[in-house]
């Protein structure tokens, strides 16, 4: 039964659904507790990274990005005319994350579901400081970022940030310079970086940095969860070091691309 | 992507960001730049919510209007762990502005102010090292849902740090009901036993007795006249304090053209769970601006230091809103009677 209001040419799928619990996954699970080291990589690796401009043809400029489980797809389309706002001295960034209905272990249900602004509002700031708007009076720019597969939220903005300045970059869109970004979690008393979904459910506190390399400025810090100020300063520093690497595969990427 | 709800001529601007950064600094109301407007807090304002708050910072005079005004009130509701629920009870956090509070904004930039509002809010607030240990009803079956719902009845600047500290105040003053488990039980008769879980056992006969509840069980609330028990852990809630950046530098609690002339600002939200003790609980870097590492970190650690300030003279209005509430009420009613 079609819900009314609902788009009718979809097919609507099953109203709840519960994912597979693999007994090897939870095999994992139940091994690893609290204070052991981390299991797969050491905390302070990132998952490997795979990064491709220009994977859309129709849009200005693309990127996708995968890390292991995690895969992001972005489109930039613009800078084009602002219908129907006021004149602006400054351009304008419109940045929209949707989830494919499949991306998170519950289904996330097109159109009402798959919009998220929260990831969206963290890459929009992440972004924005880099972007040279002052030069685009008049115009907007759009960022979609498209969520195939999600393993870890704070993993998912930072993936999110990098595919999308690397997008903006094959976009030809000029920049102070490219963003990177790179998330830090609290487990225990270590600081970890890039969690999984499994991992970050025994962390206290999270942060994700976004920062600009080349220029050694940060253009976002986003943090919750409980942390102390030495802690805070601890993962910080750590996302710092990492970015420069992911600056690194960014930049690499756009001149094999070129 | 929010968009200063104003709209300030570039001289103005100029004009502002000089001021800030003139030696001494000036700013346009005659305040230091690390000096909070008067703050005027007032708890149990909405009668049928479970906990309630209003907060005003900055008004002209008593019952006057200006400033920045927020009410934020709690409201409890019983879940289904079947439908939504989770285990433990959970907490949404929402926030709406008024329209007569931005009356420059358009009412979809407005619909879009509030949500980022609501995700800063929710974000921090609902997060599980938070989170309450007195939310659940039956364990498996039952829990409360605890709605935070804050209004921006109008705003002078500073929206940010006037919510929280309303939330804050809000969550304070929440009382959670008591609850008693009911179970049925089949044979010896057709007598009903009461199980407690936690809560305090009363082995009277319950008005569910009627209901052939095979083995699930529901629950009642023992007495109706009392409010009920604190919220857990209600010493833990952050507030807020905003850094207004003018590198090189910042100041707080900003006027409505001063946000319109400052780029960027450093949401810091923190939390001292006992005296001695503090903990970062959430940071937001919002606008289009770049900070250098160092200066970030030399603005979280003077954040923490107004946060304590703000925090104390909070803590100790609360305490007198309680002593207002209860004990003065308690005493006058004993008077008169």
């Known amino acids: 039964m079609a819900q009314t209001g609902s788009d009718r040419r979809r097919i609507a799928g099953p109203e709840e659904s519960k994912p597979p619990i693999f007994l090897s996954d939870e095999q994992q699970l139940h091994t690893w507790k609290l204070g052991d080291p981390r299991q797969g990589r050491t905390a302070l690796d990132v998952r490997p990274i795979f990064l491709q401009p220009g994977l859309i043809d129709q849009a ?22 602002s219908r129907n706002v006021p004149f602006h001295d400054k351009g304008k960034l419109n940045v929209e994350v949707k989830f494919a209905p499949f991306s ?153 691309n070129a | 992507m929010t968009q200063s709800s104003i709209s300030l001529s570039k001289a103005e601007k100029s004009y502002i960001q000089a001021g800030l950064l003139c030696d001494p600094p000036h700013r346009t109301d005659g305040r230091p730049l690390k000096a909070y407007r008067q703050v005027e807090l007032e708890t149990g304002v909405a009668h049928l919510a479970n906990g309630s708050a ?59 102010l509030q949500q980022d509002m609501s995700i800063v809010l929710h974000q921090i607030l609902a997060h599980r090292t938070l989170h309450p240990t007195n939310l659940g009803i039956i364990r498996g079956k039952k829990s409360w849902l605890l709605h935070l719902d804050a209004i921006v009845l109008s705003d002078s600047g500073n929206a940010y740090d006037v919510m929280f500290m309303a939330a804050r105040a809000a969550l304070w003053d929440t009382k959670v009901p008591r609850t008693r488990s009911v179970e049925y039980r089949a044979p010896k008769g057709s007598k009903s036993a009461v199980e407690s879980e936690g809560m305090d056992i009363d082995p ?60 960027l600002r450093l949401l810091l939200a923190y939390s001292f769970p006992t005296s001695s003790t503090s903990t970062l609980q959430g940071v937001r870097l919002l606008g289009p601006g770049e900070l250098s590492f160092e200066a970030t970190k030399s603005l979280i650690r003077q954040g923490e230091k107004y946060a304590l300030e703000v925090f104390t003279s909070l803590e100790a209005k609360l305490r007198d809103e309680d002593f207002r509430r209860y004990q003065k009420a308690q005493a006058k009613f004993s008077r008169t009677r």
Not at chain 1, 60 to 69: D, K, L, M, T
Not at chain 1, 180 to 185: D, G, N, R, T, V
């Open chain 1, 60 to 81: 200005n400029g693309s990127a996708y990005i995968e890390a292991e489980r995690t895969k992001i797809a972005c489109a930039i389309y613009g800078p084009r005319q």
């Open chain 2, 54 to 112: 209003r907060v005003s910072i900055g008004r002209e005079g008593v019952n006057t209007g200006g400033g920045t005004e927020v009410v934020a009130a709690t409201k409890l509701e019983v879940e289904d762990l079947d439908d939504g629920g989770i285990e433990g009870g959970r907490i949404i956090c929402s926030v709406s502005c008024s329209p007569a509070a931005y009356p420059h904004l358009s009412s979809s930039a407005l619909e879009d």
């Open chain 1, 104 to 256: 998170c272990p519950q289904r996330r249900a097109p159109l009402r579901d798959a919009e998220d602004r929260s990831l969206a509002l963290a890459i929009y700031q992440a972004l924005v400081p880099a972007v040279r708007l002052e030069l685009l009076p008049k115009s907007t720019i759009d960022v979609f970022i498209n969520v195939i597969e999600a393993d870890g939220i704070d993993a998912c903005i930072a993936a999110g940030t990098t595919a999308a300045s690397t997008a903006l970059a094959d976009a030809g869109i000029e920049m102070n310079g490219l963003v990177a970004s790179c998330s830090a979690a609290m487990v225990g008393n270590e600081v970890w970086l890039d969690l999984t979904e499994v991992e970050s459910r025994s962390t206290t506190g999270t942060l994700v940095l976004s920062c600009l390399p080349a220029l050694g400025t940060m253009t976002s810090v986003w943090q919750t969860g409980r942390m102390t100020t030495e802690e805070s300063f601890q993962c910080m520093d750590q996302c710092q070091s990492r970015c420069t690497d992911i600056h690194t595969i960014v930049a690499q990427a756009l001149r094999e």
């Open chain 2, 204 to 263: 009277t006969v319950s008005g569910f007795d009627t209901r052939q509840l095979s083995k699930a069980t529901d629950f009642e609330l023992p007495d109706y006249w009392d409010e009920g028990e604190i919220l857990d852990g209600r010493e833990r809630w952050p507030i807020c304090v905003t850094l207004n950046l003018v590198p090189p530098v910042h100041y707080l609690d900003a006027t409505l053209q001063e946000e319109a002339a400052t780029h």
